[in-house]
């Protein structure tokens, strides 16, 4: 199991707050009377997904998608697979994505393209952090909270080994060994 020190404190819960509500804002009087789906990848995005859903005024959609990586592929490939599918028919709906995290966007991209084959009336990506200079592809990104350059992150969602995701703030760590 991996073990690892906190360097510092990146965004307080209170920075992240405000951060969300001002997404939160946006996202409302962008989709004002339209239908929206907000689908929030598992597992990463479940604290940010839960306070977004929240600090939005309009009526909305809700449901989740997990993937799972492919052994010695995924890294280098972004290629996945669905482990949990959608519930709701999110034909002709709008459809907004929500991440915690994209770096590369390969799996970002792999699950717009899949998503996209549903017909959709529109699909974008809402992501709490990006990392621009790790990414290898362009996704949609619409909505987006923080830029972060390429550091080893725990917290809102976060997580090394499953260990972490339960901090109310994101720190940056550093690897004691893997």
């Not at 459809?95 to 966007?105: H, K, Q, W």
């Not at 090394?160 to 901090?167: F, S, T, W």
Request: with cysteine.
């Amino acid at each position: 199991m991996a073990e690892y020190k906190q360097r510092r404190i990146l965004y307080s819960t209170e920075a992240l707050q405000a951060k969300v509500a001002e997404i939160g804002r946006r996202i409302s009087r962008d989709y004002a009377g339209k239908e929206l789906v907000l689908v929030g990848v598992l597992k990463g995005s479940l604290y940010f997904f839960a306070d977004l859903t929240r600090a939005i005024d309009i009526p909305i959609g809700v449901d989740f998608i997990a993937i799972g990586s492919i052994p010695n592929t995924t890294h280098q490939t972004g290629i996945v697979r669905i482990t949990k599918d959608l519930d709701l028919d999110i034909t002709g709906k709008h459809v907004l994505v929500i991440e915690d995290i994209i770096r590369t966007g390969l799996t970002t991209a792999y699950l717009v393209q899949n998503l996209d084959a549903r017909k959709p009336a529109s699909i974008s990506v809402c992501s709490l952090l990006v990392s621009p200079d790790q990414q290898l592809i362009n996704v949609p990104i619409s909505y987006f909270g923080y830029e972060i350059t390429n550091t080893w992150l725990i917290g809102y969602g976060m997580d090394i080994c499953e260990k972490g995701r339960n901090l109310p703030y994101i720190a940056e760590i550093e690897k004691i060994n893997s």
